[in-house]
């Protein structure tokens, strides 16, 4: 340990002085920002929720309190953002407004050496909300929604799903010999519990002029004959004269994909899935040919890389407010200030999203261009505080 503490102590020094005191000068306010804005955050997102479910469903408080800290890592993420903004902005503001800014131009320290102890933290902080949004924020929502299922009384399994629909797009064979690209056939399941889907319903458009519709009680996807078992159930078939044809059946062997079994197993929001996850949905999506749903997780794909990068962009644009000369930012007026960046760019991000799920801009271009706007900015106000 001791080693450790020598190591560390040794490496700090060669930190030149100027950037250690700057970010001694950074980290008080980013932890204070830290804590401020994932309370307030908390206060919002989960707890009023919680102590409604205390009063109305009597769940216990322990276990609400355990719910709260499970969520916790969700509204950290949200918070780092929003804390760099605002720990950059006060902290360079505070050291203009003693004009401890103005010695350092005055020996000769540009407006850029000085933020970039503040850039250095904000990618560090970036680093940290990746890390965060990919490998704790899904463990630790799915965790959080199992503990409060279980409180209340609801059913839990390790393989679940509620309202499973999986869209097979393909060619179409019209009645005249003519084909054209459109659905194919369509799954949907009320749930999905230990392998088991129950309340199944498939859509089958394959057949020129023909329209089957088979509704089963439960179906099981068979390995061994590579099909789907469906069980107590019945077929409805609509010819091209207009007859309907209904047949009843125990137990019907049907060739489809198992994607619906994949589909299950993913979080139905993609803010709870990893990047890996992501992707798998994405091409789940892609190979059933539902390209407006593989688009909005191409979008959401990107977006976990650039909302990390949020901490960068305030970051930059922060500390070149803050820095300008004769500035002076008081802690309220910083607090406003942050608030209202923060909200210029989240818009700014989210109709760029729009436009990227809506098919109106390339995914990776929806996705960065708020990012690449914003560091434009934030150059543009470095540029002016270093005048």
């Not at 804005?37 to 908390?42: I, N, W």
């Not at 102590?51 to 969520?71: C, D, G, S, Y």
Request: hydrophobic content about 50%; some cysteine; proline content about 4%.
């Amino acid at each position: 340990m001791e080693v450790l503490i020598q190591r560390t102590q040794s490496y700090l020094r060669r930190i030149p002085l100027l950037d250690r005191w700057l970010l001694g000068e950074l980290i008080g306010p980013l932890l204070f920002a830290i804590a401020m804005f994932t309370v307030l955050a908390l206060t919002v997102g989960v707890l009023v929720e919680l102590v409604r479910q205390i009063a109305e469903f009597n769940l216990p408080v322990l276990i609400a309190i355990q719910v709260l800290l499970q969520r916790l890592p969700s509204f950290l993420v949200l918070s780092f953002p929003m804390a760099t903004l605002f720990a950059t902005l006060l902290a360079y503001g505070r050291l203009s407004t003693n004009s401890e800014l103005t010695a350092l131009r005055s020996v000769g320290v540009s407006a850029t050496r000085m933020i970039i102890p503040a850039l250095v933290l904000a990618l560090v902080m970036s680093s940290l909300t990746f890390l965060f949004n990919d490998v704790l924020v899904p463990r630790s929502n799915r965790a959080a929604e199992v503990t409060l299922r279980r409180a209340l009384g609801k059913a839990i399994s390790t393989e679940k799903g509620d309202n499973i629909i999986y869209p097979r797009f393909g060619r179409v064979e019209e009645p005249d010999g003519s084909s054209s690209k459109g659905l194919l056939q369509l799954f949907y399941a009320n749930k999905f519990r230990d392998g088991t889907m129950t309340r199944v319903t498939l859509l089958d458009f394959s057949r020129a002029g023909f329209t089957q519709m088979l509704l089963a009680e439960s179906a099981e996807w068979n390995k061994q004959e590579a099909k789907w078992e469906f069980l107590n159930g019945q077929i409805l078939t609509l010819t091209p004269s207009g007859s309907t044809t209904s047949a009843d059946f125990d137990r019907y062997l049907y060739p489809f994909s198992a994607a619906p079994i994949r589909i299950a197993k993913l979080p139905k929001d993609a803010n709870n899935m990893t990047v890996a996850e992501a992707l798998q949905a994405e091409q789940l999506l892609q190979s059933a040919g539902d390209l407006k749903g593989a688009r909005k997780l191409q979008v959401r794909i990107q977006e976990k890389f650039t909302f990390p990068m949020a901490c960068l962009v305030f970051g930059l644009i922060g500390s070149s407010l803050g820095a300008k000369p004769n500035n002076r930012t008081s802690r309220g007026q910083g607090f406003a200030l942050s608030i209202v960046m923060i909200l210029v760019y989240y818009l700014l991000a989210f109709s760029f999203s729009a436009l990227g799920v809506k098919g109106t801009l390339p995914a990776v271009l929806a996705a960065w261009s708020p990012v690449l706007i914003s560091l434009a900015g934030g150059g543009f106000l470095l540029r002016q505080a270093s005048q």
